[in-house]
T-cell receptor, first 117, second 115 residues
């Protein structure tokens, strides 16, 4: 149980275009979803926290107009990188929490490798 | 407020010898603590977790960790390293936060295993 999927697993896009990444909880209802970014050889940095049906809460320094997060249902959250630039190239990982699991535990997706050319 | 410090950015051991990856945390509340492993170009895999039950936690692949509140530590150990253990390890603390909870990742410790 507690499986989280991400799609796509990798994507290459041209500078200036937008890319959407999906995060799905497959076997539980995720009341909260998190989006992280990981640069090479670095740790995960929390970008934003989203609760189903409400606006996402962004961490300091993360541009909410550039990284659009939607959490429209209890099993799906999306991250859209708008007007992507090469510096947005990174590994994006989502996680989900909720259901009957331990309160502070979250389940991670496999990640999406974004390369902007 | 919460924070987590992984005391070593790199650890190198020989195959068959013990592994010790150190982690200290701070939290205003009783936190949940986790260790994750990440192999190159892969996602995160949960090794073990502490959620206020037994202080000695056993995880997968022979790893275990002991929660020591007096020392605010949650060090990860394994009696005998295997080549396949070479990876990045993250200590993670989670606790209550406005409207839900928040998770803080340590900077990571790269484990090298020599033949």
């Amino acid at each position: 149980g507690a499986v989280v999927s991400q799609h796509p697993s990798w994507v290459i896009c041209k500078s200036g275009t937008s890319v959407k990444i999906e995060c799905r909880s497959l076997d539980f209802q995720a009341t909260t979803m998190f989006w992280y970014r990981q640069f090479p050889k670095q740790s995960l940095m929390l970008m934003a926290t989203s609760n189903e049906g409400s606006k996402a809460t962004y961490e300091q320094g993360v541009e909410k107009d550039k990284f659009l997060i939607n959490h429209a249902s209890l099993t799906l959250s999306t991250l859209t990188v708008t007007s992507a630039h090469p510096e947005d190239s990174s590994f994006y990982i989502c996680s989900a929490a909720g259901g009957r699991r331990t309160s502070y535990e979250q389940y991670f997706g496999p990640g999406t490798r974004l390369t902007v050319t | 407020a919460q924070s987590v410090t992984q005391l070593d950015s790199h650890v190198s051991v020989s195959e068959g010898t013990p592994v010790l990856l150190r982690c200290n945390y701070s939290s205003s509340y009783s936190p949940s603590l986790f260790w994750y492993v990440q192999h190159p170009n892969k996602g995160l895999q949960l090794l073990l977790k502490y959620t206020s039950a037994a202080t000695l936690v056993k995880g997968i692949n022979g790893f275990e960790a002991e929660f020591k509140k007096s020392e605010t530590s949650f060090h990860l150990t394994k009696p005998s390293a295997h080549m396949s253990d070479a990876a990045e390890y993250f200590c993670v603390v989670s606790g209550p936060y406005t409207g839900g909870f928040k998770t803080i990742f340590g900077a990571g410790t790269r484990l090298f295993v020599k033949a």
